[in-house]
């Protein structure tokens, strides 16, 4: 898979751990292959033991550019309770602070909270992972500083409102991803999803904003490194 990535021109990626034992995972696969890059978390629907303190001391590794996947997540059933989700999110921003790393956040019903701890945490940078809400949503992600994620998802024809948000976005916050094995483009839908098809949504978003798809790699590729400064 990763060969197939960078031969479609992806030429780095991030994978992110949901808990300890799938960031370890991560780390691994991001010290076996020069491009992939490493995020470690907890997922907030995750009913996995927290283990911040072994997350904290995975962080340090030279290959972990991220804290995430971390977040709110309302909706899925069986997920941790909500105060619980929104202590351990709390938790792990001031990790994120402390160890100068950008999170990467999931949100699934929980906009409001997930802006109101962005908010708490002065220093806290990163991205809305997967974004797939209204502009109002998006300009409140943006003015807390943080940077949008476009996946699969802004191919579904249905999805005006989230294709505005594309052709919104300002040029230095926009960043694409995958979010694999999940997220698929419309034309693939039914098969697991997979770095190289990042280029499903490359298309397509230099479409909407009436550019090449090299123009949008370039300016894409400049706003991850910016983001996640550990990626060399
Ligand atoms: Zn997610």
């Known amino acids: 898979m990763v060969e197939a990535a960078v031969g479609?021109?992806?030429?780095r990626m991030i994978t992110m751990g949901v808990d300890l034992e799938r960031s370890r995972a991560a780390v691994s696969l991001?010290?076996?292959?020069?491009?992939?890059?490493?995020?470690?978390g907890h997922q907030p629907s995750e009913a996995s033991a927290f283990e911040l303190e072994a997350l904290g001391e995975l962080a340090r590794d030279e290959r972990v550019v991220a804290i995430g996947e971390v977040g709110l997540d309302f909706e899925q059933p069986g997920s941790p309770p909500r105060e619980v989700q929104t202590e351990r999110l709390g938790r792990?921003?001031?990790?994120?602070?402390r160890l100068d790393l950008?999170?990467?956040i999931h949100n699934r019903g929980a906009a409001a909270q997930v802006a109101a701890a962005i908010a708490e945490h002065r220093g806290l940078r990163g991205v809305m992972h997967y974004f797939a809400l209204e502009w109002d949503w998006a300009e409140r992600f943006l003015n807390l500083g943080f940077y949008?994620?476009?996946?699969?998802?802004v191919t579904r024809p249905s999805r005006h409102a989230l294709r505005e948000v594309v052709k919104r976005c300002p040029p230095d916050r926009l960043l694409l991803e995958t979010d694999?094995?999940?997220?698929?483009?419309?034309?693939?839908?039914?098969?697991?999803?997979?770095?190289?098809?990042?280029?499903?949504?490359?298309?397509?978003?230099?479409?909407?904003r009436g550019m090449t798809?090299?123009?949008?790699a370039a300016q894409e590729s400049a706003n991850a490194l910016a983001l996640?400064?550990?990626i060399k």
Do not use: C, I
Request: proline share 8%; glycine share 8%; charged share 20%.
């Open 8 to 11: 479609a021109g992806v030429t």
């Open 30 to 40: 991001a010290r076996r292959f020069e491009p992939v890059w490493a995020g470690v």
């Open 92 to 97: 792990l921003f001031d990790l994120a602070v």
């Open 102 to 104: 950008p999170v990467s």
């Open 148 to 153: 949008l994620s476009f996946a699969g998802l």
């Open 180 to 208: 694999s094995p999940y997220g698929n483009a419309h034309k693939r839908m039914g098969v697991p999803n997979q770095p190289a098809f990042l280029l499903d949504t490359a298309d397509l978003v230099a479409e909407l």
């Open 213 to 216: 798809v090299a123009e949008l």
């Open 228 to 230: 996640f400064r550990r």
